[in-house]
């Protein structure tokens, strides 16, 4: 079992997928876990695995209560959190116009203000401290633009600008701040996005499982890396996005989405 630097965390998102894989980490190897989420009989579930470790926070990240609740318990300077998951997330797949645009404002609040409001709650909790963990989930979907995901890698292109300026800006300072972006992973998000027809369009080998990811932005946080990429395939494909001219990156993102 992995041994963390973290003595207490706080992972958005940890009802289902990625998140749920990591407060299983987590909480697996005795480090209090606050889990965030709206579906509170998924939270309970989880938390009753772990008795005592872990603390259920049940909030909509998207409603100004729900953001609030979170914020204060990150803030709380009586029960300090180490490390800070901001890991909730969707996406909607479509043709952005014809897509519902309330639908489309969600997802920015969700992937892009709650993300950026506990990112700054957990480092102006942390920096004075000096000492903390700050793991943004991303996507590789950051690094190009990505047609008929077109908000979704828009927001994830945000997170990881917003997550590698905060890198440097925490640097010295004792605490690690790190974008994770993980390829395909199996998990609801397929279903959340409408995104299904992705597990017959892409070949066996190209999806991670939650586990996987969580074990890579856990270490890799814990490594103070800026930047995390699970599994040798999407750390070849950022690494060749990084050298394609913008102008066939871009068109090559198209063509794939016309299949
Ligand atoms: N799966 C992939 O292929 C993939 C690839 C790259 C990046 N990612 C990113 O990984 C992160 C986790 O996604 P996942 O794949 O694990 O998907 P998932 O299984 O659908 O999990 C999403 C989590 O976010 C929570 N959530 C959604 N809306 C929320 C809201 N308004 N307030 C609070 N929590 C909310 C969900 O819980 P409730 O519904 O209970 O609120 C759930 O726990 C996301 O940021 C996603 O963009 C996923």
């Not at 606050?34 to 259920?56: G, I, N």
């Not at 890698?153 to 974008?179: D, F």
């Not at 991670?208 to 990811?213: G, K």
């Amino acid at each position: 079992m992995a041994t963390f630097p973290f003595s207490s965390a706080l992972v958005t998102g940890a009802s289902s997928g990625i998140g749920e894989a990591m407060v299983e980490l987590l909480a697996g190897t005795g480090i209090h876990t606050v889990v965030v989420a709206r579906r509170s009989d998924r939270l309970d579930e989880l938390a009753a695995r772990f008795a005592a470790d872990v603390e259920v926070l049940v909030a909509d990240l998207t409603t100004s209560k729900g953001l609030a609740k979170v914020v204060a318990r990150v803030a709380d300077p009586d029960r300090p959190i180490d490390l800070v998951v901001n890991n909730a997330g969707f996406g909607t797949s479509g043709v952005f116009h014809e897509l519902d645009a309330d639908r489309l404002q969600g997802e920015i609040d969700l992937n892009i203000a709650a993300l950026t409001r506990l990112s700054h709650a957990a480092l102006a909790a942390m920096v004075p401290r000096g000492r903390g963990y700050l793991l943004n989930v991303s996507s590789v979907a950051s690094f190009q633009p990505a047609p008929k995901l077109a908000v979704y890698a828009a927001t994830k292109a945000y997170v990881t600008s917003l997550t590698e300026s905060l890198h440097e800006e925490a640097r010295g300072t004792g605490v690690h701040v790190t974008a994770l972006c993980p390829g395909l992973t199996r998990t609801e998000f397929q279903s959340v996005s409408n995104t299904e027809g992705y597990s017959t369009q892409y070949p066996g080998f190209a999806w991670l499982t939650s586990q996987e990811v969580a074990v890579g932005g856990l270490r890799d946080v814990a490594k103070g890396k800026a930047l995390s990429v699970p599994g040798a395939l999407y750390k070849g494909m950022v690494g060749a996005v990084g050298v394609t001219p913008r102008g066939v990156a871009r068109r090559l993102a198209g063509l794939v989405q016309r299949g």
